[in-house]
């Protein structure tokens, strides 16, 4: 079955160090994107990406990074700059490059990141 | 500044009871409004889409509205199940290919037997 495969499910970091949050995807879909969640938020968007080999910053790009160096794949690089790491991050892809919401967004079961 | 705001932040009803989420939205111009479901742990997962010249949008036991006037739309669940029970996320999208859809925080529903 098609869809999208985030890995691992629970993550812990240590202070000062880059961890690298996977997701892939099956479904042939133009853009993917990085979300954040913290309790009693909404979805924050952090990059996302239409294309391979381009992608944008969201609204809370700041100590992150991404590459979109193949169509199924969008890993998120959590840096050593980002002081409040802790949180659930949530990735999905649609079809098409048109981000006006015609299309679903279709989300993985997210990476729970947790700081030692 | 574009926002989505959801009412109640939190519900808990009793099973085979009924309720309704609100969604308000200052989204323009307007292009559309999904409602996602997202149960703990996982990610949200489309429950329905309401374009402009929708008014009424049923998807088993959960129908949406939409009124574009007011800005307004609502999720109302019918004979509630224990299954229910997550949270439930408005999400708005402006016309032209740019712009990102703007998400409201979600309203957590908690249906007990």
């Known amino acids: 079955d098609g869809g999208i495969t985030q890995s691992p499910k629970y993550l812990f970091r240590k202070e000062g160090q880059n961890v690298t949050l996977s997701c892939e995807q099956n479904?042939?879909?133009?853009?993917m994107y990085w979300y954040r969640q913290d309790p009693g938020q909404g979805l924050r968007l952090i990059y996302y990406?239409?294309?391979?080999?381009?992608?944008q910053k969201g609204d809370i790009a700041e100590g992150y990074s991404v590459s979109r160096e193949k169509k199924e794949s969008f890993p998120l690089t959590v840096t050593s700059a980002q002081k409040n790491p802790t949180a659930f991050y949530l990735c999905a892809s649609s079809i098409g490059r048109d981000l006006s919401g015609g299309q679903p967004q279709h989300f993985g079961d997210g990476t729970r990141l947790s700081i030692l | 500044k574009n926002q989505v705001e959801q009412s109640p932040q939190s519900l808990i009803i009793l099973e085979g009871k009924n309720c309704t989420l609100q969604?308000?939205?200052?989204?323009?111009?307007?292009?559309?409004l999904r409602w996602y479901k997202q149960d703990t742990g996982r990610g949200p997962v489309s429950l329905t889409i309401?374009?402009?010249?929708?008014n009424t949008k049923s998807n088993g036991r959960y129908t949406a509205t939409l009124d574009a006037d007011t800005k307004q739309s609502s999720l109302h669940i019918t004979a509630s199940q224990l299954s229910d029970s997550a949270s439930y996320i408005c999400?708005?999208?402006?016309?032209?290919?740019?712009?990102?859809?703007?998400f409201g925080r979600g309203t957590s529903l908690i249906v007990h037997p």
């Open positions: 990406s239409q294309i391979v080999n381009d992608f």
């Open positions: 969604c308000n939205y200052t989204v323009s111009p307007f292009s559309n």
């Open positions: 309401m374009t402009f010249s929708e």
């Open positions: 479904l042939n879909h133009d853009a």
């Open positions: 999400v708005v999208s402006a016309k032209g290919g740019s712009y990102i859809p703007t």
